[in-house]
Every structure is written in C-alpha cells, then in structure tokens.
C-alpha cells in the first residue's frame, strides 16, 4: 500500500496570510496531482506535476514536487476565504492513484 | 472540457431498497472511472475501479454483491447499492480518467451523490 501523509490535517487561518500544506511518502510516484474540494461537491483538479523539482504556479498558488518524487508541497499566498477547502493530494503509483487523507483549510475573512 | 456529472445529487431512501447513482462523461470518453465513498471531514476512499465492457475492480473490504457497478458505454458507470442500510449513509463520488488528458494518471471528478438511509 502506498502512503500518502498530508500535513496539517486542519488549518485555519485569516484573510491575507500564507500557508504550505504538505505531502509525505516513502514511495516514489511517477506524477503527483493536487485537488481541492469544497462541501457538498466533487474535488477539483488544481495541478499535476511529474518531473522531480517542479515548481507550478496557478496565480497565488505555487505547487512543488520534491526531487525524489516522494514528496510535494502547496503554498498559498495572501489566502482569501475562496482558498477555504479540502486539499488532497494524489500520487500516482503502478497504475493507481493513492490519495493523501486531505488537510481542510479554513480561511477566516 | 473533461465534465463529469452524477445523479441524483442527493437521496433519500428507506432500509432495505435499491438505490442506483449514475456517473456520465460529458464531453469525452472515459475507458476508466472510479467510485468513491467519502465520510464527513474525511478523503476520499476508492470502492472499486471500472472498466467500459468488463467487470469492476473491487477494493478489499467493498462487498461486490452490495455495490454493484455498471459500465456499459464509454461514457456511463453505475453505482446501485442493494438493500441499504442506515451504514450506507454516506457521499459517494465518481471520476473519470479522459485519455487525451495531459496525464494519464488525471481524474475528473462529479458533483457527489449523497444518500441518506432512513
């Protein structure tokens, strides 16, 4: 079983700040994809990154994947309460995709 | 492009009927889609895998009797979950690989489907 550790689990935080959220394996992962889901909705597709050392960037948010391609990590600048959501990460492994148990980000106007 | 749509978006059942959830591709074909069942502040947990034409693939612990899956056209899967129980309670959700997508390892997802067992 491939596992994927994200931290942190909860993160609340206000308006205006910066966060990373991480994800941790012991595997390597041939492509690594970013979701986010709000209540009540199905996780939407924010970025995959495939090439160890990555860096993508989707207007304040900066995704990285590690140079092994263990691990990756999400950094959000000046968060805005849109930004509040579940956060998942997914690698992708034989076939299959794994994904991280989510870290659920509340952004406080 | 790459839309996924489910149906119904929510449920409500009694104990001991069928419920049947269905999962469309919109705009591509999808030879791979995927079931979830998520619980409340919780990810996703994979059910089973199914492929267009053959049977689905289904995770340890997934009752195959109890969830069964249909994927008879490139661009629909079911879910029909038989005799429900209150446990079964749950927000369930469907993806979609779409083969010309950048990766392959990709997955588009639906709205959700949530079920409510009285």
């Known amino acids: 079983t491939q596992l994927l550790e994200q931290s942190p689990q909860f993160l609340s935080i206000q308006e205006g700040e910066n966060l990373t959220v991480y994800c941790n394996s012991s595997s390597v992962f041939s492509s690594l994809q970013w979701y986010r889901q709000e209540p009540g909705e199905g996780p939407v597709l924010l970025v995959t990154?495939?090439?160890?050392?990555e860096v993508k960037k989707l207007k304040r948010l900066t995704f990285q994947f590690g140079d092994a391609r263990k691990d990756s990590s999400l950094h959000i600048t000046a968060a805005q309460p849109g930004d509040t959501g579940l956060y998942l990460c997914?690698?992708?492994?034989?076939?299959?995709?794994?994904f991280g148990d989510g870290t659920t980000l509340t952004v406080k106007p | 492009g790459a839309v996924v749509s489910q149906h119904p978006s929510r449920v409500i059942c009694k104990s001991g009927t069928s419920v049947k959830i269905e999962c469309r591709s919109l705009?591509?074909?999808?030879?791979?889609m995927f079931w979830y069942r998520q619980f409340p502040k919780q990810s996703l947990m994979l059910m089973a895998t199914s492929n267009e034409g053959s049977k689905a693939t289904y995770e340890q612990g997934v009752e195959k009797d109890k969830f069964l899956i249909n994927h008879a056209s490139l661009t629909l899967s079911t879910l029909t979950v038989t005799s429900a129980h209150p446990e079964d309670s749950s927000f369930y959700i469907c993806?979609?690989?779409?083969?010309?997508?950048?990766?392959?390892?990709?997955?588009?997802f639906g709205p959700g489907t949530r079920l409510t067992v009285l």
């Open positions: 705009d591509f074909q999808a030879t791979t």
């Open positions: 990154v495939v090439t160890g050392g």
């Open positions: 997914a690698g992708a492994y034989a076939g299959k995709s794994t």
């Open positions: 993806s979609a690989r779409d083969p010309t997508s950048g990766s392959l390892y990709e997955q588009f």
